[in-house]
């Protein structure tokens, strides 16, 4: 699998530092984690065992969506979870459908469990989706909303739509929630998705992106009982661990941290905007802060990048050979990385 982030192989084989690194290619809030968390976690006893039910943790998202504890289920990062779904809900050949170009590991936990992958393009009108659904029949839905890398959504009036059409189908969908905290102008702290009683759906989310976690791994799963019990018996016992826990508890414990600084990451989303347009590069940017640019050969660019100490994600791995996704980080290194952009295009004309 390819993902952003710095490959500190990679660095090492090309003689590159990665403490000298901007890193662009991750989807983070560049303004975290928050200080409660760095305070809570210097106290963390390393020398016990963490909780193996996350009990602290699930009585804190409980509150938080609204649900009883046995909805939820904790994991090292979604992406375990991906894993645990596709394990526990897939039997060798069954179909799931993933809406492309998005997150990788979703085609790749479906096969690994020996199902079947089919692909739909994220669709313009639900009315699309809904008929790939009914014509394939999957037993898992997967859709990335927010989508990654596109930053498309799915309006909340359609979600329930989408949900029936599952239930119709006895399709299962699977809505990751992972960057919902980063919409512009709405409330970072609520899922409007909490509003509406949707019982054929499971919903990923992450603390890594919004609170910029990445390090300690941390995802919760928000479904049916029934479903959390069924995928629950595949995790491994320890799963999360002790940092991670604490980390997590602080994090939604801070009620100011996502309000003060998802606007920042907008204004540095919307300078790059401005920049790189006025570098004459075609952006695509949705309903996300990140972005995609058009740099002609993606992995070029990105290696080009790399060696003036800028890391971008080439979007090869999505389909999108052309190019290359990044996320905002602070003004000062956002300032850099035109500056960077601007010279690579200036040599590149010589």
């Given at each position: 699998m390819i993902h952003g982030a710095l490959d500190h192989a990679e660095l090492a084989t090309l003689g590159l530092q990665s403490d000298s690194m901007c890193d662009f290619s991750s989807n983070i809030n560049p303004f975290g984690p928050p200080e409660s968390v760095r305070t809570a976690v210097a106290n963390v006893d390393l020398a016990s065992y963490p909780d193996r039910s996350c009990y602290q943790i699930r009585l804190a998202l409980a509150e938080h969506h609204c649900c009883d504890p046995a909805h939820l289920l904790v994991g090292n990062g979604s992406n375990e979870l991906i894993h645990l779904i596709a394990r526990a809900l897939l039997n060798p050949g069954n179909t799931a459908l993933v809406v492309e170009p998005t997150f990788g590991e979703y085609a790749h936990a479906t096969r690994l469990a020996g199902g079947m992958v089919v692909s739909q393009s994220f669709p313009d009108h639900i009315e699309t989706l809904c008929k790939a659904i009914k014509r394939y029949q999957p037993r898992l839905v997967w859709v990335c909303m927010p989508n990654n890398p596109t930053g498309q959504t799915v309006p909340m009036e359609e979600v329930a739509a989408l949900a029936e059409v599952c239930t119709?189908?006895?399709?299962?969908?699977?809505?990751?929630?992972?960057?919902?905290?980063?919409?512009?102008?709405?409330?970072?702290?609520?899922?409007?998705?909490?509003?509406?009683?949707?019982p054929q759906v499971l919903r990923l989310h992450s603390l890594t992106k919004s609170y910029a976690l990445a390090g300690v791994r941390l995802g919760y799963l928000h479904a049916e009982p029934a479903l959390i019990k069924r995928i629950?018996?595949?995790?491994?016992?320890?799963?999360?661990?002790?940092?991670?826990?604490?980390?997590?508890?602080a994090a939604l414990a801070d009620q100011t941290f996502l309000h003060d600084t998802i606007p920042l990451v907008w204004q540095g989303s919307d300078y790059i905007v401005k920049e790189m347009t006025n570098l004459a590069l075609p952006i695509v940017r949705n309903d996300m802060p990140f972005m995609l640019v058009k740099a002609g050969n993606g992995a070029q660019v990105r290696m080009s990048l790399l060696q003036r100490g800028f890391a971008v994600r080439d979007c090869a791995s999505f389909g999108l050979p052309e190019y290359v996704r990044i996320a905002p980080q602070c003004p000062e290194n956002n300032q850099r990385l035109i500056g960077a952009w601007q010279a690579l295009l200036t040599y590149s004309e010589k």
């Amino acid at each position: 699998m390819i993902h952003g982030a710095l490959d500190h192989a990679e660095l090492a084989t090309l003689g590159l530092q990665s403490d000298s690194m901007c890193d662009f290619s991750s989807n983070i809030n560049p303004f975290g984690p928050p200080e409660s968390v760095r305070t809570a976690v210097a106290n963390v006893d390393l020398a016990s065992y963490p909780d193996r039910s996350c009990y602290q943790i699930r009585l804190a998202l409980a509150e938080h969506h609204c649900c009883d504890p046995a909805h939820l289920l904790v994991g090292n990062g979604s992406n375990e979870l991906i894993h645990l779904i596709a394990r526990a809900l897939l039997n060798p050949g069954n179909t799931a459908l993933v809406v492309e170009p998005t997150f990788g590991e979703y085609a790749h936990a479906t096969r690994l469990a020996g199902g079947m992958v089919v692909s739909q393009s994220f669709p313009d009108h639900i009315e699309t989706l809904c008929k790939a659904i009914k014509r394939y029949q999957p037993r898992l839905v997967w859709v990335c909303m927010p989508n990654n890398p596109t930053g498309q959504t799915v309006p909340m009036e359609e979600v329930a739509a989408l949900a029936e059409v599952c239930t119709m189908c006895d399709s299962l969908l699977v809505l990751d929630r992972t960057y919902h905290a980063f919409a512009r102008d709405a409330d970072p702290l609520h899922d409007p998705l909490d509003q509406l009683a949707l019982p054929q759906v499971l919903r990923l989310h992450s603390l890594t992106k919004s609170y910029a976690l990445a390090g300690v791994r941390l995802g919760y799963l928000h479904a049916e009982p029934a479903l959390i019990k069924r995928i629950g018996v595949y995790q491994p016992t320890w799963s999360v661990n002790s940092i991670a826990q604490v980390a997590a508890i602080a994090a939604l414990a801070d009620q100011t941290f996502l309000h003060d600084t998802i606007p920042l990451v907008w204004q540095g989303s919307d300078y790059i905007v401005k920049e790189m347009t006025n570098l004459a590069l075609p952006i695509v940017r949705n309903d996300m802060p990140f972005m995609l640019v058009k740099a002609g050969n993606g992995a070029q660019v990105r290696m080009s990048l790399l060696q003036r100490g800028f890391a971008v994600r080439d979007c090869a791995s999505f389909g999108l050979p052309e190019y290359v996704r990044i996320a905002p980080q602070c003004p000062e290194n956002n300032q850099r990385l035109i500056g960077a952009w601007q010279a690579l295009l200036t040599y590149s004309e010589k």
